[in-house]
């Protein structure tokens, strides 16, 4: 009897890892969904966006600001995803164009991991997670990190104040080292651009 329920065991435990190797693939498109986001919405987007939107399955839309900065004036890095074909471009706000960054298959590749292991599609926004913290107003005039993220009907914007200064002073909040090693990556192959 025992035996029995040892080799049942055995095989459910093969049977799971099967699937999951040879079967995963067909699902990968399933873990790749917004949470914490709303319905896409056009009036919310600049026309940039809403063009890059309409034309890719996936669009990352990503800017550092400071307070007062309007939307439409700042500097934009964006990766966009079309069938697995990854694309990434500078747009400038102040002057109005986009350009497309000629970033290698490698490169494209390792910063869409970057985005996946950090996260960024499950992530809430920084104003939605509960944290109280003595040093919250600490600082003034400091910048924020902000991403847009575009996906299947759905979207959503994260939007991080300083979140290197407040990792250290107000701890708590895991996702803002998601926020930063997300920024990181996009720092580090734009300037090798």
């Known amino acids: 009897m025992i035996f029995r329920l040892n080799k049942l065991l055995l095989l459910l435990v093969l049977f799971t890892l099967f699937f999951q190797v040879f079967f995963s693939s067909a699902f990968s498109q399933e873990h790749l969904r917004i949470e914490n986001g709303m319905d896409y919405d056009d009036s919310l987007v600049l026309p940039f966006m809403r063009t890059l939107n309409s034309t890719n399955d996936y669009v990352l839309v990503f800017r550092t600001f400071f307070p007062g900065e309007e939307a439409s004036k700042s ?32 490169s494209l590749k390792q910063i869409w991991n970057t985005f996946e292991q950090n996260n960024l599609l ?17 600082i003034y005039e400091s910048h924020t ?15 991080y104040y300083s979140p290197e200064y407040y990792i250290d002073a ?5 996702e803002r080292q998601n926020i930063i090693n997300s920024v990181a990556v ?3 192959f734009k300037l090798k651009e």
């Open 170 to 174: 107000c701890y708590g909040i895991p």
């Open 75 to 106: 500097d934009y890095f964006v990766f966009s995803a079309k069938a697995e074909q990854f694309k990434s471009y500078f747009y400038s706000g102040a002057e109005g164009y986009l350009k497309e960054l000629s970033l290698s298959t490698l």
């Open 186 to 188: 996009i720092k580090l």
């Open 145 to 159: 990190y902000e991403f847009t993220i575009y996906f299947k009907g759905k979207m959503k914007v994260l939007s």
């Open 122 to 138: 499950r992530l809430r926004d920084e104003k939605n997670i509960p944290n109280f913290c003595a040093k919250k107003y600490a």
